[in-house]
């Protein structure tokens, strides 16, 4: 493989925030635009909702601080790690040393970075779930790892994600070294169940295999559901690493705030890698940290119910239209809407939605390739606008559904 066809794989156009940036093409409109409110469900809006109340306040202070808070030690600053261990020791169950089991990093993007970078050599067999966040393909890939997909069959189901122990099992005892998969899941938005969580942690004991778990929406859970936090289970493989940060939930996304946390070996060999990839979570926004867990009394409740209500505002436009469907969300702010098929391809109807519409949505095809009717929103943003939006792009479908 060419350094050229390395980075190719990455592919980047279709990725959330990037796909005003692919070159333009000629394409053939059915029917005049559709006037609204530009949405972008490739991401979050953050200007939608309030961040933590004093979030910027503190940064703020971060910086008055200056080199004390601008060149931290590799893993964080030391009273932020303290405060961070404590605040996700209370909310999983676990009990993390911030000296030797944490490390502060550049978004939960860069955990996920560093924790496959430290724990993927060429030719390694690396098991991700079929769909699941599209970074993780392109990684296991650009660390040159054997991908191992895990079909996870999340249609119609209730109480579980639908992964399949015993597929996973198979994989494992063909060699399968390594597991990366995220809960509540990324694009679906449903939760792994207690039975689930704790069959892949037996398994991945039993068969040595490494975990890299993705919890990053599990503070916002839905009314009725149960969520299993795999780190505090009594059974759990020795190689763990559990990934969290305050991102869209909390609306402090931009400032690219991560957290990993489990064995010290892995964390100390990310800290490694983190010294010459980044030197250090982002020193200044690390301060933002103290106010993550800290938000006053109700917020978070208030947070969750916000997007329950555009969730379920959004549901209600997309039932009843034939070959249209979305499982409810049971965490997490997305919606994996799968639409009948058309005249043209899906990322031909994306792009159309967007030049007619203003409405943009990301690729099924970037969290599994087979999903090829498939498209994620996120759907934390306004509501109003959110509801809008999905009007228009179900109307600019309707023009090319195929019949007959």
Not at 258 to 263: L, S, V, Y
């Amino acid at each position: 493989m060419t350094v050229a066809e390395k980075f190719s794989n990455l592919g980047i156009d279709n990725a959330p925030g990037q796909e005003s940036l692919q070159k333009s093409t000629v394409l053939e409109f059915r029917g005049e635009k559709i006037p609204g409110a530009a949405v972008d469900f490739s991401h979050g809006d953050v200007d939608a909702h309030e961040p933590i109340p004093g979030s910027f306040e503190v940064f703020a202070k971060g910086v008055e601080e200056g080199g004390s808070q601008a060149y931290t030690p590799y893993r964080g600053k030391k009273s932020i790690l303290e405060h961070v261990a404590a605040h996700l020791s209370a909310f999983t169950g676990l009990q993390i040393n911030p000296d030797e089991n944490l490390i502060l990093t550049p978004g939960t993007q860069g955990a996920l970075f560093l924790a496959a970078g430290s724990n993927i050599l060429p030719g390694d067999k690396v098991a991700i779930v079929e769909p699941d966040y599209f970074a993780n393909r392109k990684m296991v890939e650009f660390f040159h790892g054997v991908l191992v997909p895990i079909p996870m069959q999340y249609e119609n189901r209730i109480g579980s994600a639908g992964i399949d122990l015993e597929i996973l099992e198979k994989a494992f005892i063909d060699g399968v070294k390594l597991f990366i998969f995220s809960n509540p899941n990324n694009p679906v938005g449903c939760i792994y169940s207690y039975e689930e969580i704790c069959g892949i942690a037996s398994l991945a004991k039993k068969y040595d295999v490494t975990l890299i778990v993705d919890e990053l929406y599990s503070r916002q859970i839905y009314p009725g559901m149960t969520y299993t936090h795999l780190c505090a289970q009594k059974e759990i493989p020795d190689n763990l690493v559990t990934i969290m940060g305050p991102s869209k939930t909390e609306s402090l996304s931009g400032y690219r705030l991560g957290a990993a946390f489990g064995n010290a070996e892995i964390i100390e060999r990310m800290e490694k890698l983190q010294a010459i990839m980044s030197l250090r979570c982002s020193g200044y926004n690390q301060a933002v940290f103290t106010t993550w867990f800290n938000e006053p009394e109700g917020w978070m409740t208030a947070r969750t119910a916000k997007h329950k209500e555009i969730h379920d505002a959004i549901m209600e436009k997309l039932a009843g239209v034939p070959g249209v469907y979305a499982r409810p969300a049971e965490g997490g702010s997305y919606l994996f809407i799968r639409i009948p098929e058309l005249d043209i391809s899906l990322h031909h109807f994306i792009r159309i939605v967007r030049e007619m519409a203003d409405v943009t949505v990301t690729p099924g095809t970037e969290f599994d390739p087979k999903c090829i009717w498939q498209f994620r929103i996120n759907f934390s943003q306004d509501k109003d606008k959110a509801v809008a939006g999905i009007e228009r792009l179900l109307q600019i479908m309707e023009r090319y559904r195929k019949h007959g």
